[in-house]
Protein backbone atom coordinates (compact mmCIF):
# COMPACT_ATOMS: atom_id res chain seq x y z
CA UNK A 1 0.00 0.00 0.00
CA UNK A 2 3.00 2.17 0.48
CA UNK A 3 4.37 2.02 -2.86
CA UNK A 4 1.13 3.53 -5.01
CA UNK A 5 1.00 6.45 -2.42
CA UNK A 6 4.54 7.35 -2.57
CA UNK A 7 4.66 6.74 -6.58
CA UNK A 8 1.53 9.35 -6.24
CA UNK A 9 3.07 11.60 -4.32
CA UNK A 10 5.98 11.55 -6.37
CA UNK A 11 4.08 12.08 -9.63
CA UNK A 12 2.30 15.49 -7.87
CA UNK A 13 6.09 16.94 -7.16
CA UNK A 14 6.84 16.18 -10.73
CA UNK A 15 4.24 17.91 -11.72
CA UNK A 16 4.81 20.61 -9.37
CA UNK A 17 8.31 21.06 -10.59
CA UNK A 18 7.20 21.20 -14.07
CA UNK A 19 5.04 23.81 -13.51
CA UNK A 20 7.77 26.03 -11.54
CA UNK A 21 9.90 25.19 -14.12
CA UNK A 22 7.53 26.87 -16.80
CA UNK A 23 6.50 30.14 -14.35
CA UNK A 24 10.48 30.56 -14.14
CA UNK A 25 11.42 30.46 -18.18
CA UNK A 26 11.71 34.13 -19.40
CA UNK A 27 10.73 33.28 -22.73
CA UNK A 28 6.95 31.73 -20.97
CA UNK A 29 6.82 35.07 -19.02
CA UNK A 30 7.05 37.20 -21.74
CA UNK A 31 4.51 35.09 -24.09
CA UNK A 32 2.18 35.42 -21.11
CA UNK A 33 3.03 39.10 -20.76
CA UNK A 34 1.83 39.67 -24.06
CA UNK A 35 -1.97 37.95 -23.63
CA UNK A 36 -2.82 39.28 -21.00
CA UNK A 37 -7.01 39.98 -21.24
CA UNK A 38 -7.53 43.72 -21.34
CA UNK A 39 -10.62 43.16 -19.03
CA UNK A 40 -8.52 41.10 -16.87
CA UNK A 41 -6.77 42.53 -13.52
CA UNK A 42 -3.15 41.44 -12.30
CA UNK A 43 -3.50 38.22 -11.07
CA UNK A 44 -3.12 38.36 -7.43
CA UNK A 45 -0.30 35.59 -7.49
CA UNK A 46 1.49 38.42 -9.21
CA UNK A 47 0.72 40.72 -6.05
CA UNK A 48 1.26 38.33 -3.32
CA UNK A 49 4.94 37.95 -5.11
CA UNK A 50 5.68 41.60 -4.67
CA UNK A 51 4.56 41.02 -1.61
CA UNK A 52 7.19 38.36 -0.84
CA UNK A 53 9.74 40.60 -2.40
CA UNK A 54 9.10 43.43 0.24
CA UNK A 55 10.01 41.08 3.02
CA UNK A 56 12.58 40.06 1.49
CA UNK A 57 14.07 43.35 0.66
CA UNK A 58 14.17 44.49 4.28
CA UNK A 59 17.60 42.66 4.31
CA UNK A 60 19.36 45.04 2.07
CA UNK A 61 20.13 48.36 2.67
CA UNK A 62 19.74 49.19 -1.28
CA UNK A 63 18.86 46.85 -4.28
CA UNK A 64 22.45 47.20 -5.01
CA UNK A 65 22.95 45.24 -1.93
CA UNK A 66 20.03 42.91 -2.66
CA UNK A 67 21.55 41.49 -5.56
CA UNK A 68 24.82 41.02 -4.38
CA UNK A 69 23.43 39.10 -1.22
CA UNK A 70 24.59 35.75 -0.59
CA UNK A 71 21.34 34.92 0.40
CA UNK A 72 22.07 33.28 3.73
CA UNK A 73 20.16 34.58 6.09
CA UNK A 74 16.82 32.73 6.60
CA UNK A 75 13.93 33.70 5.34
CA UNK A 76 11.45 31.68 8.49
CA UNK A 77 13.39 33.40 11.15
CA UNK A 78 12.88 36.80 9.78
CA UNK A 79 8.93 36.38 9.07
CA UNK A 80 7.93 33.62 11.22
CA UNK A 81 4.30 35.63 10.97
CA UNK A 82 4.14 35.29 7.13
CA UNK A 83 1.52 33.00 5.41
CA UNK A 84 2.89 29.29 4.36
CA UNK A 85 2.77 30.40 0.62
CA UNK A 86 4.67 33.65 1.38
CA UNK A 87 7.50 31.43 3.95
CA UNK A 88 7.58 28.92 0.84
CA UNK A 89 8.73 31.39 -1.86
CA UNK A 90 10.82 32.79 -0.18
CA UNK A 91 12.68 29.71 0.38
CA UNK A 92 12.55 28.69 -2.57
CA UNK A 93 13.54 32.05 -3.56
CA UNK A 94 16.86 31.56 -1.33
CA UNK A 95 17.58 28.58 -3.64
CA UNK A 96 16.77 30.29 -7.09
CA UNK A 97 18.51 33.69 -5.96
CA UNK A 98 21.83 32.36 -6.16
CA UNK A 99 21.92 31.78 -9.74
CA UNK A 100 19.86 34.27 -10.94
CA UNK A 101 19.02 34.51 -15.18
CA UNK A 102 20.75 31.97 -17.28
CA UNK A 103 22.90 32.46 -19.68
CA UNK A 104 20.26 31.59 -22.49
CA UNK A 105 17.81 34.48 -21.00
CA UNK A 106 19.58 37.55 -21.95
CA UNK A 107 18.22 37.83 -25.46
CA UNK A 108 14.68 37.01 -23.84
CA UNK A 109 15.29 39.33 -21.52
CA UNK A 110 15.95 42.02 -24.21
CA UNK A 111 12.49 41.44 -26.24
CA UNK A 112 10.89 41.87 -22.43
CA UNK A 113 12.78 45.32 -21.71
CA UNK A 114 12.07 46.01 -25.29
CA UNK A 115 8.67 45.29 -24.91
CA UNK A 116 8.05 47.18 -21.81
CA UNK A 117 9.86 50.77 -23.14
CA UNK A 118 7.71 49.96 -26.67
CA UNK A 119 4.80 52.79 -26.32
CA UNK A 120 3.83 51.76 -29.39
CA UNK A 121 3.05 48.28 -28.58
CA UNK A 122 -0.03 46.73 -27.00
CA UNK A 123 1.86 45.38 -24.03
CA UNK A 124 -0.25 45.45 -20.78
CA UNK A 125 -2.92 47.96 -21.96
CA UNK A 126 -5.84 47.71 -19.84
CA UNK A 127 -9.01 48.55 -20.53
CA UNK A 128 -10.80 50.93 -17.70
CA UNK A 129 -14.58 51.44 -18.06
CA UNK A 130 -15.30 55.28 -17.92
CA UNK A 131 -18.01 54.42 -15.84
CA UNK A 132 -16.53 56.90 -12.84
CA UNK A 133 -17.55 59.83 -14.08
CA UNK A 134 -14.27 62.78 -14.87
CA UNK A 135 -10.42 61.11 -15.26
CA UNK A 136 -10.00 62.77 -12.03
CA UNK A 137 -12.42 60.78 -10.27
CA UNK A 138 -10.94 57.29 -11.90
CA UNK A 139 -7.39 58.28 -10.89
CA UNK A 140 -8.32 59.44 -7.37
CA UNK A 141 -8.05 56.21 -5.57
CA UNK A 142 -4.48 56.04 -6.71
CA UNK A 143 -3.77 59.26 -5.29
CA UNK A 144 -5.45 58.03 -2.09
CA UNK A 145 -2.74 55.19 -1.73
CA UNK A 146 -0.23 57.10 -2.85
CA UNK A 147 0.63 55.38 -5.83
CA UNK A 148 1.11 55.92 -9.29
CA UNK A 149 -1.56 56.02 -11.89
CA UNK A 150 -3.39 53.60 -13.78
CA UNK A 151 -1.90 52.30 -16.49
CA UNK A 152 0.87 54.44 -16.19
CA UNK A 153 4.82 53.09 -16.67
CA UNK A 154 5.48 52.15 -13.51
CA UNK A 155 2.25 50.24 -13.12
CA UNK A 156 3.13 48.00 -16.29
CA UNK A 157 6.39 47.65 -14.53
CA UNK A 158 5.11 46.62 -11.57
CA UNK A 159 3.10 43.51 -12.96
CA UNK A 160 6.50 42.72 -15.24
CA UNK A 161 8.79 42.64 -12.20
CA UNK A 162 5.95 40.74 -9.86
CA UNK A 163 6.02 38.04 -12.63
CA UNK A 164 9.04 37.09 -11.59
CA UNK A 165 9.82 33.69 -9.76
CA UNK A 166 12.11 35.10 -7.11
CA UNK A 167 13.00 38.54 -5.31
CA UNK A 168 16.60 38.16 -6.73
CA UNK A 169 15.22 37.74 -10.88
CA UNK A 170 12.73 40.88 -9.96
CA UNK A 171 16.14 43.05 -7.93
CA UNK A 172 17.85 41.68 -11.51
CA UNK A 173 15.31 43.18 -14.14
CA UNK A 174 15.21 46.31 -12.04
CA UNK A 175 18.76 46.80 -12.52
CA UNK A 176 18.22 46.30 -15.98
CA UNK A 177 15.13 48.70 -16.23
CA UNK A 178 17.39 51.57 -14.76
CA UNK A 179 19.91 51.07 -17.24
CA UNK A 180 17.60 51.26 -20.22
CA UNK A 181 16.69 54.46 -18.54
CA UNK A 182 20.19 56.11 -18.75
CA UNK A 183 19.68 54.90 -22.38
CA UNK A 184 16.70 56.92 -23.11
CA UNK A 185 17.79 59.62 -21.09
CA UNK A 186 21.51 59.90 -23.29
CA UNK A 187 19.70 59.70 -26.53
CA UNK A 188 16.73 62.06 -25.34
CA UNK A 189 13.64 59.78 -25.38
CA UNK A 190 10.95 60.04 -23.44
CA UNK A 191 9.87 57.53 -21.27
CA UNK A 192 6.53 56.02 -22.12
CA UNK A 193 2.75 55.71 -20.62
CA UNK A 194 4.99 59.04 -19.27
CA UNK A 195 3.56 62.98 -19.45
CA UNK A 196 6.29 64.45 -21.67
CA UNK A 197 6.02 67.79 -19.78
CA UNK A 198 4.18 68.05 -16.72
CA UNK A 199 5.11 68.95 -13.26
CA UNK A 200 6.09 66.12 -10.24
CA UNK A 201 2.45 64.86 -8.87
CA UNK A 202 2.88 64.88 -5.40
CA UNK A 203 -0.26 62.57 -4.66
CA UNK A 204 1.55 59.82 -6.59
CA UNK A 205 4.14 57.65 -5.85
CA UNK A 206 7.68 58.39 -5.56
CA UNK A 207 9.06 56.38 -8.74
CA UNK A 208 6.32 58.10 -10.75
CA UNK A 209 7.36 61.44 -9.45
CA UNK A 210 11.07 60.65 -10.53
CA UNK A 211 10.25 59.47 -13.75
CA UNK A 212 7.96 62.65 -14.28
CA UNK A 213 10.85 64.59 -13.59
CA UNK A 214 13.08 62.85 -16.16
CA UNK A 215 10.12 63.67 -19.18
CA UNK A 216 10.30 66.88 -17.86
CA UNK A 217 13.74 67.83 -18.32
CA UNK A 218 13.43 66.56 -22.09
CA UNK A 219 11.32 68.88 -22.52
CA UNK A 220 12.90 71.43 -20.83
CA UNK A 221 15.95 71.19 -22.81
CA UNK A 222 14.26 71.01 -26.18
CA UNK A 223 12.46 74.14 -25.46
CA UNK A 224 16.03 75.88 -24.35
CA UNK A 225 17.62 74.49 -27.84
CA UNK A 226 14.83 76.03 -30.01
CA UNK A 227 14.70 79.31 -27.71
CA UNK A 228 18.54 79.43 -28.39
CA UNK A 229 18.45 78.74 -31.42
CA UNK A 230 15.67 81.49 -32.59
CA UNK A 231 17.84 83.94 -30.44
CA UNK A 232 20.75 83.69 -32.32
CA UNK A 233 18.34 84.11 -35.65
CA UNK A 234 17.93 87.93 -33.91
CA UNK A 235 20.90 88.69 -33.58
CA UNK A 236 22.62 87.52 -37.19
CA UNK A 237 19.36 89.31 -38.93
CA UNK A 238 19.80 92.57 -36.73
CA UNK A 239 23.84 92.32 -37.39
CA UNK A 240 23.09 92.39 -41.35
CA UNK A 241 20.35 94.30 -42.08
CA UNK A 242 19.76 98.07 -41.80
CA UNK A 243 17.80 98.96 -38.80
CA UNK A 244 15.56 101.76 -39.72
CA UNK A 245 14.28 99.24 -42.47
CA UNK A 246 13.53 96.95 -39.96
CA UNK A 247 12.08 98.92 -37.41
CA UNK A 248 9.58 99.82 -40.58
CA UNK A 249 9.00 96.84 -42.14
CA UNK A 250 9.54 94.11 -39.38
CA UNK A 251 5.98 92.47 -40.20
CA UNK A 252 8.39 91.58 -43.64
CA UNK A 253 10.96 90.34 -42.46
CA UNK A 254 11.90 86.41 -41.77
CA UNK A 255 11.89 86.97 -38.35
CA UNK A 256 10.43 89.89 -35.99
CA UNK A 257 12.56 91.97 -34.53
CA UNK A 258 11.31 94.36 -31.72
CA UNK A 259 13.13 97.38 -30.61
CA UNK A 260 12.52 99.91 -27.86
CA UNK A 261 13.31 103.69 -27.80
CA UNK A 262 15.61 104.51 -25.07
CA UNK A 263 15.25 108.14 -22.86
CA UNK A 264 17.76 109.54 -25.58
CA UNK A 265 15.70 108.25 -28.06
CA UNK A 266 18.12 105.48 -29.32
CA UNK A 267 16.57 102.08 -30.86
CA UNK A 268 17.85 99.09 -28.82
CA UNK A 269 16.44 95.61 -29.89
CA UNK A 270 14.46 93.98 -27.29
CA UNK A 271 15.84 90.21 -26.57
CA UNK A 272 14.03 87.48 -24.94
CA UNK A 273 10.73 88.81 -25.14
CA UNK A 274 7.43 86.50 -24.57
CA UNK A 275 4.90 88.67 -25.21
CA UNK A 276 3.28 92.25 -25.07
CA UNK A 277 1.71 93.21 -21.00
CA UNK A 278 -1.34 94.95 -21.85
CA UNK A 279 -2.02 98.45 -20.44
CA UNK A 280 1.49 98.97 -19.27
CA UNK A 281 4.13 100.85 -20.30
CA UNK A 282 7.40 101.76 -19.26
CA UNK A 283 7.46 105.15 -16.73
CA UNK A 284 10.16 106.80 -18.47
CA UNK A 285 10.13 106.48 -21.88
CA UNK A 286 6.81 105.53 -22.91
CA UNK A 287 7.45 102.65 -24.54
CA UNK A 288 5.25 99.08 -24.23
CA UNK A 289 6.59 96.63 -21.39
CA UNK A 290 6.72 93.28 -23.03
CA UNK A 291 7.06 90.19 -20.68
CA UNK A 292 10.18 88.37 -20.99
CA UNK A 293 10.82 84.43 -21.02
CA UNK A 294 12.23 83.65 -17.89
CA UNK A 295 14.20 80.57 -16.72
CA UNK A 296 11.61 77.83 -15.27
CA UNK A 297 11.81 77.03 -11.44
CA UNK A 298 12.84 73.52 -10.21
CA UNK A 299 11.51 70.46 -10.37
CA UNK A 300 10.59 69.56 -7.00
CA UNK A 301 9.46 66.34 -5.68
CA UNK A 302 8.43 65.16 -2.49
CA UNK A 303 12.08 64.35 -1.74
CA UNK A 304 13.43 67.29 -2.13
CA UNK A 305 10.69 69.45 -0.71
CA UNK A 306 11.53 67.83 2.68
CA UNK A 307 15.29 68.51 2.05
CA UNK A 308 14.07 72.10 0.92
CA UNK A 309 12.11 72.52 4.04
CA UNK A 310 15.43 71.05 6.67
CA UNK A 311 17.47 73.28 4.68
CA UNK A 312 15.98 76.38 4.78
CA UNK A 313 14.98 75.52 8.85
CA UNK A 314 18.61 74.73 9.42
CA UNK A 315 19.77 78.34 7.74
CA UNK A 316 17.06 80.25 7.84
CA UNK A 317 17.20 82.00 4.67
CA UNK A 318 15.87 81.30 1.04
CA UNK A 319 18.64 81.45 -1.21
CA UNK A 320 17.00 80.23 -3.99
CA UNK A 321 14.41 82.88 -4.44
CA UNK A 322 17.33 85.30 -5.02
CA UNK A 323 18.76 83.58 -7.46
CA UNK A 324 15.26 83.44 -9.18
CA UNK A 325 14.79 87.08 -8.72
CA UNK A 326 18.22 88.26 -9.98
CA UNK A 327 17.43 86.08 -12.78
CA UNK A 328 13.78 87.94 -13.90
CA UNK A 329 15.27 90.84 -13.61
CA UNK A 330 17.91 90.64 -15.81
CA UNK A 331 15.28 89.18 -18.58
CA UNK A 332 13.20 91.68 -17.93
CA UNK A 333 15.88 94.05 -18.51
CA UNK A 334 16.76 92.58 -21.84
CA UNK A 335 12.84 92.46 -23.08
CA UNK A 336 13.02 95.86 -22.21
CA UNK A 337 15.81 98.56 -22.90
CA UNK A 338 15.17 101.83 -20.63
CA UNK A 339 13.62 100.36 -18.01
CA UNK A 340 13.65 101.60 -14.62
CA UNK A 341 12.71 98.91 -10.83
CA UNK A 342 9.39 100.20 -10.39
CA UNK A 343 8.24 99.01 -14.24
CA UNK A 344 9.98 95.50 -13.17
CA UNK A 345 7.76 95.52 -10.15
CA UNK A 346 4.58 96.81 -11.26
CA UNK A 347 5.01 93.64 -13.87
CA UNK A 348 6.53 91.16 -11.26
CA UNK A 349 4.61 92.42 -8.15
CA UNK A 350 1.90 94.56 -8.65
CA UNK A 351 0.82 94.52 -5.21
CA UNK A 352 3.85 96.34 -3.97
CA UNK A 353 2.99 99.54 -6.54
CA UNK A 354 0.37 101.90 -5.82
CA UNK A 355 -1.19 104.21 -8.87
CA UNK A 356 -2.05 108.20 -7.97
CA UNK A 357 -4.71 109.38 -7.94
CA UNK A 358 -5.35 111.28 -11.21
CA UNK A 359 -8.91 112.74 -10.24
CA UNK A 360 -7.70 114.52 -6.98
CA UNK A 361 -5.10 116.18 -9.19
CA UNK A 362 -1.90 115.32 -7.30
CA UNK A 363 0.64 114.59 -10.12
CA UNK A 364 3.57 115.85 -8.05
CA UNK A 365 5.27 112.30 -8.88
CA UNK A 366 6.63 112.38 -12.00
CA UNK A 367 5.91 108.58 -11.56
CA UNK A 368 2.46 108.66 -11.80
CA UNK A 369 2.39 106.05 -8.82
CA UNK A 370 5.21 104.79 -5.90
CA UNK A 371 6.32 101.63 -4.67
CA UNK A 372 4.83 100.02 -1.61
CA UNK A 373 6.60 101.04 1.98
CA UNK A 374 8.60 97.96 2.12
CA UNK A 375 10.24 98.37 -1.21
CA UNK A 376 11.16 102.38 -0.43
CA UNK A 377 13.09 100.74 2.71
CA UNK A 378 16.98 101.71 2.81
CA UNK A 379 19.04 98.15 1.87
CA UNK A 380 15.58 96.35 -0.11
CA UNK A 381 16.98 93.40 -1.42
CA UNK A 382 15.27 94.13 -4.54
CA UNK A 383 17.11 97.62 -5.40
CA UNK A 384 19.94 96.05 -4.51
CA UNK A 385 19.61 93.04 -6.98
CA UNK A 386 18.73 95.05 -9.37
CA UNK A 387 21.46 97.34 -9.62
CA UNK A 388 23.55 94.42 -9.79
CA UNK A 389 21.22 93.00 -12.92
CA UNK A 390 22.23 92.89 -16.73
CA UNK A 391 20.61 92.80 -19.68
CA UNK A 392 20.66 89.25 -20.21
CA UNK A 393 18.49 87.16 -22.37
CA UNK A 394 17.24 83.98 -20.14
CA UNK A 395 18.74 81.36 -22.39
CA UNK A 396 21.86 83.34 -22.09
CA UNK A 397 21.91 82.79 -18.28
CA UNK A 398 23.52 80.09 -15.94
CA UNK A 399 20.94 77.83 -15.04
CA UNK A 400 19.33 77.88 -11.95
CA UNK A 401 17.86 74.22 -13.00
CA UNK A 402 20.61 72.09 -14.12
CA UNK A 403 18.28 69.17 -16.04
CA UNK A 404 21.40 66.71 -16.50
CA UNK A 405 22.77 67.48 -12.92
CA UNK A 406 19.00 66.65 -11.61
CA UNK A 407 18.65 63.57 -13.91
CA UNK A 408 21.76 62.13 -12.82
CA UNK A 409 20.86 62.33 -9.16
CA UNK A 410 17.60 60.70 -9.89
CA UNK A 411 19.09 57.65 -12.11
CA UNK A 412 21.69 57.16 -9.01
CA UNK A 413 18.67 57.32 -6.39
CA UNK A 414 17.14 54.75 -8.61
CA UNK A 415 19.77 52.70 -8.53
CA UNK A 416 20.66 52.85 -4.57
CA UNK A 417 16.70 52.60 -4.02
CA UNK A 418 16.16 50.26 -1.26
CA UNK A 419 14.73 47.02 -2.15
CA UNK A 420 11.40 47.11 0.49
CA UNK A 421 10.70 50.55 -0.85
CA UNK A 422 10.95 49.53 -5.03
CA UNK A 423 8.92 46.64 -4.21
CA UNK A 424 6.46 47.91 -1.69
CA UNK A 425 5.67 50.69 -4.27
CA UNK A 426 5.29 48.39 -7.30
CA UNK A 427 2.72 46.45 -5.00
CA UNK A 428 0.81 49.32 -3.75
CA UNK A 429 0.50 50.69 -7.42
CA UNK A 430 -0.77 47.10 -9.31
CA UNK A 431 -3.41 47.23 -6.33
CA UNK A 432 -4.68 50.36 -7.47
CA UNK A 433 -5.57 49.27 -11.21
CA UNK A 434 -6.55 45.96 -9.62
CA UNK A 435 -9.61 48.33 -7.79
CA UNK A 436 -10.15 50.67 -10.53
CA UNK A 437 -10.76 48.07 -12.82
CA UNK A 438 -13.41 45.93 -10.80
CA UNK A 439 -15.37 49.35 -9.26
CA UNK A 440 -17.10 49.99 -12.52
CA UNK A 441 -17.73 46.02 -13.40
CA UNK A 442 -19.40 45.84 -9.71
CA UNK A 443 -20.90 48.82 -9.79
CA UNK A 444 -24.22 46.98 -11.23
CA UNK A 445 -24.60 44.99 -8.36
CA UNK A 446 -25.52 46.41 -4.95
CA UNK A 447 -24.24 43.42 -2.60
CA UNK A 448 -21.36 43.17 -4.71
CA UNK A 449 -20.91 47.09 -4.60
CA UNK A 450 -20.94 47.02 -0.98
CA UNK A 451 -18.85 44.50 -0.10
CA UNK A 452 -16.78 46.10 -2.44
CA UNK A 453 -16.33 49.67 -0.81
CA UNK A 454 -15.78 47.67 2.59
CA UNK A 455 -12.45 46.35 0.51
CA UNK A 456 -11.54 49.54 -1.12
CA UNK A 457 -12.07 51.69 2.15
CA UNK A 458 -10.32 48.77 4.19
CA UNK A 459 -6.95 49.15 2.09
CA UNK A 460 -7.17 53.12 1.78
CA UNK A 461 -7.03 52.57 5.60
CA UNK A 462 -4.24 50.80 5.85
CA UNK A 463 -1.99 52.56 3.36
CA UNK A 464 -2.61 55.94 4.33
CA UNK A 465 -2.20 54.85 8.28
CA UNK A 466 1.40 53.70 6.80
CA UNK A 467 0.84 49.64 8.08
CA UNK A 468 0.86 48.94 4.64
CA UNK A 469 4.06 46.74 4.85
CA UNK A 470 2.59 45.33 8.19
CA UNK A 471 -0.57 43.86 6.81
CA UNK A 472 0.90 42.13 3.40
CA UNK A 473 -1.17 39.16 3.72
CA UNK A 474 -4.28 40.60 4.83
CA UNK A 475 -4.02 43.10 1.89
CA UNK A 476 -3.00 40.18 -0.38
CA UNK A 477 -5.93 38.62 0.74
CA UNK A 478 -8.65 41.11 0.01
CA UNK A 479 -7.52 42.08 -3.33
CA UNK A 480 -7.73 37.83 -3.92
CA UNK A 481 -11.78 38.73 -2.59
CA UNK A 482 -12.13 41.58 -5.51
CA UNK A 483 -10.28 39.32 -7.74
CA UNK A 484 -12.97 36.94 -7.37
CA UNK A 485 -15.62 39.58 -7.60
CA UNK A 486 -14.48 39.97 -11.36
CA UNK A 487 -13.55 36.32 -12.44
CA UNK A 488 -16.56 34.73 -10.72
CA UNK A 489 -19.15 36.93 -9.34
CA UNK A 490 -21.89 34.28 -9.00
CA UNK A 491 -19.50 32.80 -6.45
CA UNK A 492 -18.98 35.68 -4.52
CA UNK A 493 -23.08 35.86 -4.21
CA UNK A 494 -23.90 32.51 -3.51
CA UNK A 495 -21.38 32.67 -0.54
CA UNK A 496 -22.55 35.89 0.44
CA UNK A 497 -26.48 34.39 0.82
CA UNK A 498 -25.12 30.90 2.08
CA UNK A 499 -23.48 33.00 5.06
CA UNK A 500 -26.12 34.68 5.96
CA UNK A 501 -28.46 32.13 6.42
CA UNK A 502 -26.37 29.79 8.32
CA UNK A 503 -25.86 33.04 10.60
CA UNK A 504 -29.32 35.12 10.24
CA UNK A 505 -28.67 36.69 13.76
CA UNK A 506 -25.64 37.56 14.20
CA UNK A 507 -25.12 41.06 14.03
CA UNK A 508 -21.60 42.01 12.65
CA UNK A 509 -22.53 41.31 8.89
CA UNK A 510 -19.05 42.50 7.67
CA UNK A 511 -16.71 40.16 9.67
CA UNK A 512 -19.20 36.81 8.57
CA UNK A 513 -18.65 37.65 5.08
CA UNK A 514 -14.91 38.20 5.03
CA UNK A 515 -14.52 35.21 6.90
CA UNK A 516 -16.57 33.36 4.45
CA UNK A 517 -14.56 34.71 1.67
CA UNK A 518 -11.46 34.06 3.28
CA UNK A 519 -12.26 30.68 3.82
CA UNK A 520 -13.14 30.01 0.27
CA UNK A 521 -10.99 31.66 -1.88
CA UNK A 522 -7.51 31.58 0.03
CA UNK A 523 -6.72 28.12 -1.39
CA UNK A 524 -6.17 24.61 -0.10
CA UNK A 525 -3.63 25.75 1.81
CA UNK A 526 -5.74 27.92 3.80
CA UNK A 527 -7.97 25.15 4.92
CA UNK A 528 -4.87 22.77 5.60
CA UNK A 529 -4.70 23.43 9.66
CA UNK A 530 -1.37 23.11 11.26
CA UNK A 531 -0.25 23.47 15.16
CA UNK A 532 2.02 26.74 15.04
CA UNK A 533 5.90 26.05 17.11
CA UNK A 534 6.76 27.80 20.25
CA UNK A 535 8.51 30.18 18.18
CA UNK A 536 5.97 31.11 15.61
CA UNK A 537 3.86 31.77 18.72
CA UNK A 538 6.36 34.27 20.61
CA UNK A 539 6.74 36.10 17.19
CA UNK A 540 2.75 36.24 16.37
CA UNK A 541 2.65 37.67 19.91
CA UNK A 542 5.26 40.17 19.57
CA UNK A 543 4.03 41.08 16.29
CA UNK A 544 1.46 43.76 15.89
CA UNK A 545 -0.23 42.25 13.65
CA UNK A 546 -2.99 40.96 12.93
CA UNK A 547 -4.86 38.27 10.97
CA UNK A 548 -7.25 39.54 8.25
CA UNK A 549 -9.98 37.53 9.71
CA UNK A 550 -9.81 38.84 12.84
CA UNK A 551 -9.56 42.63 12.20
CA UNK A 552 -14.05 42.36 12.21
CA UNK A 553 -14.10 41.20 15.63
CA UNK A 554 -15.76 43.25 18.36
CA UNK A 555 -12.46 44.69 19.28
CA UNK A 556 -11.32 45.61 15.83
CA UNK A 557 -11.15 49.42 15.14
CA UNK A 558 -10.23 48.86 10.78
CA UNK A 559 -12.54 51.24 9.79
CA UNK A 560 -12.16 53.73 12.54
CA UNK A 561 -9.75 56.40 10.63
CA UNK A 562 -11.39 55.04 7.52
CA UNK A 563 -11.51 58.35 4.83
CA UNK A 564 -15.52 59.74 4.91
CA UNK A 565 -17.57 58.33 1.85
CA UNK A 566 -18.95 60.88 -0.70
CA UNK A 567 -22.33 61.46 -1.22
CA UNK A 568 -22.73 59.20 -4.10
CA UNK A 569 -21.57 56.44 -2.19
CA UNK A 570 -18.40 56.39 -4.69
CA UNK A 571 -15.19 56.72 -2.58
CA UNK A 572 -13.04 59.51 -4.52
Not at 249 to 256: C, F, L, Q
Not at 262 to 287: A, C, D, F, K, P
Not at 482 to 503: A, N
Not at 507 to 536: A, C, D
Amino acid sequence: MALPFYDHNLYILKAKQEQEAKASDVGYLLESLKTVDVKSIPRTSIVKQLATAIEAGKRATTVKDFVASSGSSSPVKERGALSLSAVKSLVLGEKEDKVGFDSGDEEKLVSLVNALFNVESNFLIRMIVSDLGSPTRRASFAKDLHAAPPCSFVVKLAEVIGSFTTPRRMALFWCRVVDELRRFWKEEKQIPWITLDENPDLKSCLLHQWLQVINCCLARKARRVAASEALDAVLRQASSANEESYVSEATASPVSLLYAKSSTGELILRLGVYHQVENLTMLETGEPVYAPVTQEGPLLTEDLIKETEELVLRRGSMGAGCSQLLSDMQAFKAANPGCILEDFVRWHSPSDWTENDTSSGDDSSPLRGQLSTRMQKEGNLWRELWETAKPLPAVKQTPLYDEDLAVEGILNSLEDIPAAELFEQLFVSLVALGFVMVEPVVATNEDLTKLFFECKEYVVAICQGGACTDKLDDLCQVYETVETMLKRPEEVLRSMKQTTEESPSSGNETKRRFKRLGFIFRGKEGNQKRVPSETEHKSREQSPRQSFSSLFDGKSSLFAKKPPRPDNGTLI
